[in-house]
């Protein structure tokens, strides 16, 4: 059992005892149900107090737990809740740190609730694809109102308890000592006598809760694409209207449809996926890490800006580095006009603009850097260059520095070869806009310390990036794969889809861009320079030679106004180009080919599997050490739509056996020697398992 119980003057004490963050897994609740049995039965107690022992009342319902039975196993915490509200005895919940999801209902369903401030209080469950299953919808509008439930059920977002000071969550406010208050505060309402109030006695009150709940449902309806458990939050909070029993009911109907939903699966892998990136099979949790003061960036391009600015905006003084003075200027000055920009949207002060660029140095000698406990090199992606300036690193940097490379394409194992000290350097490889994009990849070389790994995945949190690891390999994880989804839609570009149409059936699957989109903002005249070097280094790979055709005719993307689509000035609005149409029917003409109608399913199916079948090599080759890896870099840096967890999560949900018969089916059609069942793929088909399992 993980909760505690203790009797204390007369008072029963049921402390939750499931670190980290005492989640109401099934031992819990037993726990918590045996410590009501035994409080009640015990004529020398008074009065009961539910409390967490740690950092945490309670971070809700056990995640890990879902989807298996134990999640639905008795006793459920409504169980927990009504025993507590027809308790004679009064309980009061003693709530610290963190009350969230399942937690903050408990305390709901007590009869009290004593806090302290500075306790971090939320119903996030729709971040989970859920809505709170007991009693949450219901009880939060009688006690906080109905709109600031909604806003805090929709939106997941979590409140300081001061916040909610003032409204019937919290009957008292501790000073310090919480569990002495709450204490004292049981042995009164003991005292006091029954009956002790029920949050479920009370009524929500709103002037006008129909047209209100009408309005909030629509707005949340158009913009909940994909996601269904924001509406039904709104639909279960409307039924807070009805008697209690009826609304609970509604609620427990729509929480087990959502626990069962694609959607929820996909969102509570994704929250899995999260935490388990930073965990590395070989290198301890106990590892202890390298202080990261100062960060030396060496090119002040747009990479390097972002990447200063991700230091700078986490309160960690970067110096950046150039060879030309006039080019740190410009640096700067865009970087100040980015933070005047955000200030202007109210999300910056100027003190916080002038104290972030205070913590900007800049400088044209590696001398000023030496100093520095990481350096960032963000330069051109030459090896020629790398090796110029990891060979400066390796001459002034102090011992113990972290050297680290923003590749996106170079063997960072070469890269370490130009120092001598290999251990220390690793791959940090941010994606543009990086002052932005959540992604970060961790590029693992052979040689790339234990230490240096774990203190970059800290400081990688510390600057709020998502890192994954990756081992050394042409593009890593993400480049590598989006490789093989764009080879796919080239070809059907080939065969008979427009890029209007393949852009529109991957964003209608949920994609933020489309590949041609996407292509049209990187540049095409970079996909190209990728595309020359792998015909040197692999004449054997095939890809359809519209892209090039494209570059010919100086069509490089948005920043020309012209790529696969047409831009105007006044807008970034991607417009389909009759010119790019007719030369792509050209192409098909000059191949021979018979233009064919493809269905949007294929388009989908035919890019989603290209990034599955590459993931599956990657995790073989162990480039990534698990699947949930490649997911993450997907939805963290790639737009892959959240509500469907990632390429590999995708793959589980359709069947593995369904994906490698696509697959084959493909290996039959045009480039068919682009498609090959991965090893790993087919391995788990025989076995019936999951990449995810
Ligand atoms: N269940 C199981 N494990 C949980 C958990 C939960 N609800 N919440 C957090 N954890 C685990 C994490 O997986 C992580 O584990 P690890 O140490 O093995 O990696 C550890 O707790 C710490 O989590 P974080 O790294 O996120 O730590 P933070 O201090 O940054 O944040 C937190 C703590 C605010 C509690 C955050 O973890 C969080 O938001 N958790 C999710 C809360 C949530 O969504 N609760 C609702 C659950 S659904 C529910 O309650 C259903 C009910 O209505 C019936």
């Known amino acids: 059992m993980t909760a505690q119980y203790q009797v204390q003057d007369s008072v029963a004490i049921i402390s939750l005892d499931n670190p980290p963050v005492n989640a109401l897994s099934h031992s819990t609740r037993v726990g918590i149900a045996d410590g009501m049995v035994r409080a009640l039965d015990d004529a020398g107690v008074r009065a009961i107090v539910l409390t967490g022992t740690g950092n945490a009342f309670s971070g809700g319902g056990d995640i890990p737990e879902f989807g298996t039975p134990k999640a639905l196993q008795e006793p459920n915490l409504q169980t927990i809740i009504d025993t507590i509200e027809a308790s004679p005895k009064p309980v009061v919940a003693a709530v610290h740190s963190v009350a969230m999801g399942g937690g903050l209902e408990l305390a709901l369903g007590c009869h009290y609730r004593v806090t302290v401030k500075g306790t971090r209080v939320a119903l996030p ?50 000073m310090d000592e919480l569990l002495w208050k709450a204490l004292k505060f049981a042995r009164d309402a003991a005292a006091a006598g029954a009956p002790h109030p029920c949050v479920r006695d009370l009524n929500v009150h709103h002037e006008n809760a129909e047209a209100y709940l009408g309005f909030v449902r629509n707005t949340v309806a158009a913009s909940a694409r994909g996601y269904p458990a924001p509406v039904k939050c709104v639909d279960a909070i409307a039924a807070s209207l009805k008697p209690f029993d009826q609304g609970i009911k509604e609620e427990r109907d729509a929480f087990l449809y959502l626990l069962t ?56 003084p970067v110096t950046m580095l150039e060879m030309k003075a006039d080019a740190l200027e410009r640096r700067v000055a865009a970087i100040r006009r980015h933070y005047e920009n955000t200030s202007k949207k109210g999300k910056l002060t100027q003190e916080d603009i002038e104290a972030r660029i205070g913590m900007l140095t800049t400088t044209l000698s590696y001398d000023d850097i030496k100093n520095a406990d990481l350096a960032i090199e963000a330069a051109f992606e030459d090896m020629s260059v790398k090796q110029a300036v990891f060979r400066q690193l390796d001459k002034v ?3 113990g520095a972290i050297l680290a490379s923003n ?115 990187a540049g095409n005249d970079i996909s190209r320079e990728i595309r020359k070097r792998r015909a040197v280094e692999q004449p054997a790979f095939t890809y359809s030679k519209t892209a090039d055709l494209l570059c010919e005719t100086g069509r490089f993307g948005q920043k020309v106004g012209a790529g696969w689509y047409d831009y105007r000035e006044d807008d970034r609005r991607a417009y389909p180009s009759q010119q790019v149409n007719d030369m792509i029917i050209r192409h098909t003409e000059d191949l021979g080919l018979t233009r064919r109608k493809i269905s949007d399913e294929e388009i989908v199916e035919r890019l989603v599997y290209a990034l599955v079948n590459e993931g599956a090599l990657i995790v073989e080759e162990g480039i990534a050490s698990k699947a949930s890896d490649i997911d993450l870099v997907y939805l963290s840096g790639y737009g892959f739509p959240r509500w469907r967890g990632g390429p590999m999560q995708y793959a589980d949900e359709v069947g593995l056996y369904n994906v490698a018969q696509a697959i084959r089916r493909y290996a039959k059609g045009y480039q068919g020697k682009a498609w090959q069942v991965a090893p790993l793929l087919q391995q788990l088909v025989d076995a019936g398992t999951r990449f995810n399992d």
């Not at 000290?421 to 543009?432: A, L, N």
């Open 261 to 316: 939903s694609p959607e929820s699966r996909a969102l509570r892998h994704a929250f899995l996926a999260e935490r388990a990136a930073s965990k590395i099979a070989d290198v301890p949790v106990d590892t202890l890490t390298r202080n990261i003061a100062k960060v030396a960036v060496i090119g002040a391009g747009t990479m390097g800006g972002g990447i200063s600015m991700s230091f700078l905006n986490a309160g960690i």
């Open 397 to 399: 940097m102090k011992p």
């Open 125 to 174: 469950e729709v971040n989970l694809g859920l809505l709170p299953g007991a009693g949450g919808t219901q009880r939060l509008p009688r006690v906080v109102g109905l709109e600031t439930a909604v806003n805090m059920i929709v939106s997941g977002k979590t409140m300081m308890s001061e916040e909610l000071a003032g409204t019937k969550l919290f009957d008292c406010f501790a």
């Open 407 to 521: 590749t996106s394409t170079l063997d960072v194992n070469k890269i370490a070869e130009f120092t001598t000290r290999p251990k220390d350097v690793v791959g940090m490889h941010f994606f543009s806009p990086a002052n932005v994009m959540k992604l970060l990849e961790v590029v693992r070389g052979e040689e790339t310390a234990k230490d240096v790994l774990a203190t970059v995945m800290r400081l990688a949190k510390k600057i709020g990036k998502v890192a994954v690891v990756s081992g050394v390999c042409d593009g890593f994880i993400g480049n590598r794969m989006i490789e093989q989804y764009s080879r796919q839609a080239g070809f059907l570009l080939d065969e008979g889809a427009l890029p209007e149409q393949v852009d529109r059936a991957i964003e209608k699957f949920g994609f933020a861009m489309g590949p041609f989109r996407m292509i049209d903002m």
